[in-house]
């Protein structure tokens, strides 16, 4: 169901499927997507300081005017507001703007050098303090986890990444997986780019379902968390609609072989 949660390492529980709102800018749209989304049953919302939109969030949460843990709000702090003083001084901006007393997840966006072990620690503050339930990462690989592992004192439970079928990062989510840190999938649909690819045309048409529908549904079997971003009712509403089918082994397969290791994104740097 669209409203399936995973276990965090930390104990918490997280919608294993969301929406992402990243460069929606225009106000009016964000919220009517965001309502959109929860009456589709949607629990999650993606935000990010970089995104500039949080306040926006905090405008079409107060307007759902629900209770404060029937939803998950997920923001990340920006590149130039890494360090310790930085971090707790942009995250007090953040949660004004959310109009909100906790976040349910907060994610350092991506890894830099400079300021690596006093991000975590503000971040550790934070969730000490009760400002942030859980604390997480984005756009880490494998030699960033184990580097932050020599100093943290808690690992982060989520790990932000983008995979989609032309980037399925097998082993970096098997390396998520034996840390008890869960893959969170960014981009999950590819941003469209393998909606033509005829292996998933083939297999929409025999579940009677889209290919951004097979590559969701793909995803949720593999084990990932997803935030697919759509501001289109119809599109928020069909990218819900995943959970009266099943992909067998061999079509899981057919989807895993599409990976090409290409990047939307820039490799996130070397830690050094
Ligand atoms: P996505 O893969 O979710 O693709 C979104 C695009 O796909 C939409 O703009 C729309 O054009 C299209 N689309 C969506 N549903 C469709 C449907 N059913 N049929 C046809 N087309 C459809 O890409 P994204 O927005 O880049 O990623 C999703 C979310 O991930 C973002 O909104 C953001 O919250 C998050 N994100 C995080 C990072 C990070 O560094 N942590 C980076 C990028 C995005």
Redesign the pocket.
């Known amino acids: 169901r669209i409203d399936s949660r995973v276990k965090l390492a930390d104990g918490n529980q997280m919608p294993i499927q969301g929406l992402?709102?990243?460069?929606?800018t225009d106000e009016a749209q964000l919220i009517q997507s965001v309502k959109s989304a929860y009456d589709d049953g949607y629990r999650l919302f993606?935000?990010?300081q970089m995104?500039g939109n949080e306040a926006a969030v905090g405008k079409a949460i107060k307007e759902l005017n629900v209770n404060r843990d029937d939803v998950f709000i997920t923001t990340?702090i920006a590149e130039e507001n890494q360090g310790y003083d930085q971090v707790m001084a942009s995250f007090e901006t953040s949660l004004k703007k959310l109009q909100l007393d906790y976040v349910d997840l907060l994610?350092v966006?991506?890894p830099i050098h400079t300021h690596f072990f006093e991000t975590w620690r503000a971040f550790e503050k934070l969730k000490e303090q009760g400002l942030v339930k859980s604390i997480g990462t984005?756009?880490y690989g494998m030699l960033h986890l184990q580097y932050l592992a020599t100093k943290a004192n808690e690992m982060p439970v989520v790990n932000?990444l983008?995979v989609?079928p032309y980037l399925a990062q097998p082993a970096m989510i098997d390396f998520n997986r034996e840390n008890q840190i869960v893959t969170q999938a960014?981009?999950?649909?590819?941003?469209?780019k393998a909606?033509d690819d005829p292996v998933l045309v083939k297999l929409a048409k025999a579940h009677g379902k889209?290919a951004?529908?097979v590559i969701l549904r793909w995803h949720l079997q593999r084990g990932d968390a997803f935030?697919?971003?759509?501001?289109?009712p119809q599109?928020?509403k069909?990218?819900a609609d995943i959970y009266d089918f099943e992909l067998s082994a061999d079509e899981m397969k057919q989807v895993d072989d599409l990976n090409r290791n290409t990047r939307?994104?820039q490799e996130p740097e070397m830690v050094y």
């Open positions: 992402g709102v990243y460069k929606m993606d935000t990010a995104y990340k994610l966006h991506w984005s756009n932000q983008e989609h960014w981009a999950p649909l590819g941003r469209g909606f889209s951004a529908q935030i697919p971003k759509s501001v289109h599109r928020i069909q990218n939307l994104s």
